[in-house]
């Protein structure tokens, strides 16, 4: 069982992630990792912070001459302009955070809510998930997310290989797959900026080459698809997760929606068996399991809650009606939401890796899947 807890405070010290039940026998690269901690902090509307600090991961426990040990994984990344214990507490809690509802909640402050609420934390998410990207490549999975809506400008994503979706997302602003629609986002958050306001908007993700049978129909809290929920709804300001055709599936009749199966020998040796399916409106799960198609997750990101022009609020001591505090934020941080729910779904769908095929080693793992290959092409 593969489990991350997290811990640190966004202007505190540093920020740690502990990745449990990782298996032994995995050489890993930390370039990859600082590689989408630097994504993690780009893309257009980011506030000033983002360009204080370059994150760095500090390996510290579980990894010995660069393998992993098969112990818990310590994930550290430090804050550059650490200053918890100099920050003062704020009065009036900011609409859209859980200023007003922590601070009542723990009987404490706002500083003590807000510290920990930040989307800060996702730092180590992202790091955990760029070491179970890692894993995932040993058998052929790579996750990739990009943006494909913010606010009212709908981008229609290219195709092409992997190569170049990559290469068309890195070179992207708001790391999307429409060159042509990226000049209409960034004048759209230039106004917003003017304005004070903030945006959000819609990013999504997807899986090549996962085998048959991640997660189980058996019972609730092993379906893949409820997983994925729960920890991509978990990402800050994400307030609606979508498995392939999502909410779109409850506007059509059946006929529209579910995805016919067919079969072609020539794919007999992919991870789909030979299967091939009409469609992929299922985003590639089933009863809560993988299909053997491509999974496909998106996410809805709302606006940032901190507004350059404050909207209103109460001072927590007076009680008087008073402007919402304003703390150096972002504009909008939909790129990077890209990145951790990349990160996230990787985690996630690591996680049922391991379930399925065992945790203990990379090379038991590996003899494990080759072993459910080849039963299931029998089957
Ligand atoms: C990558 C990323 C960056 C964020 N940056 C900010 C920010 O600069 N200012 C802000 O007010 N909220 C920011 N947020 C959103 C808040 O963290 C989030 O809205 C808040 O913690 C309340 O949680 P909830 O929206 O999930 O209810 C960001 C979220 C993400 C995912």
């Not at 509802?101 to 760029?130: D, F, H, P």
């Not at 999504?204 to 189980?216: A, Q, T």
């Not at 690591?350 to 899947?369: N, T």
């Amino acid at each position: 069982m593969l489990r991350l807890l997290t811990a640190g405070e966004s202007h505190g010290k540093l920020l740690q992630a502990t990745l449990d039940g990782f298996p032994a026998g995995l050489s890993i690269d930390t370039d990859f990792i600082n590689a989408e901690l630097k994504r993690r902090q780009g893309g257009y509307g980011r506030g000033g912070r983002q360009k204080l600090e370059t994150d760095v991961v500090d390996v510290q426990t579980g990894v010995w001459q660069g393998v992993t040990l098969g112990g818990p994984i310590t994930l550290a990344v430090a804050n550059s302009d650490y200053k918890l214990e100099r920050l003062k507490e704020l009065e009036r809690p900011r609409p859209g955070h859980g200023d007003l509802t922590g601070a009542i909640k723990y009987l404490g402050s706002i500083r003590g809510v807000l510290e920990r609420a930040s989307a800060r934390e996702t730092t180590v998410r992202v790091a955990a998930g760029a070491l179970c990207h890692q894993l995932l490549r040993q058998f052929g999975v790579n996750v990739f997310g990009f943006v494909t809506r913010l606010e009212q400008i709908a981008t229609t994503p290219r195709t092409g290989s992997l190569d170049e979706l990559r290469a068309l997302r890195d070179a992207s602003p708001m790391y999307t797959l429409d060159p042509e629609a990226d000049a209409a986002i960034v004048a759209r958050v230039d106004q917003a900026t003017e304005q004070g306001d903030t945006l959000g908007g819609i990013v999504e993700v997807r899986v090549f080459n996962l085998p048959f049978g991640l997660g189980s129909h058996a019972q609730w809290d092993r379906k893949l698809d409820g997983m994925l929920a729960q920890a991509v709804m978990s990402i800050q300001a994400i307030k609606g997760v979508e498995i392939g055709l999502g909410f779109e599936a409850s506007h059509r009749p059946g006929s529209k929606v579910h995805d016919d199966i067919g079969y072609d020998v020539d794919l007999a040796d992919t991870p789909a068996l030979g299967y091939v399916r009409g469609t992929n409106n299922a985003g590639g799960l089933e009863a809560g399991m993988t299909n053997g198609q491509p999974l496909v997750v998106r996410a809805a990101m709302k606006p940032i809650s901190t507004l350059r022009k404050p909207l209103d609020s109460i001072n927590l001591k007076t009680k008087e009606a008073e402007r919402a505090a304003y703390e150096r934020s972002d504009v909008c941080a939909l790129a990077a939401c890209s990145v951790i729910v990349e990160n996230v779904v990787a985690q996630t769908v690591a996680a049922a890796f391991i379930d399925k095929f065992g945790g203990d080693s990379l090379v038991e793992m590996q003899a494990r899947y080759e072993l459910f290959h080849d039963m299931a092409r029998q089957r």
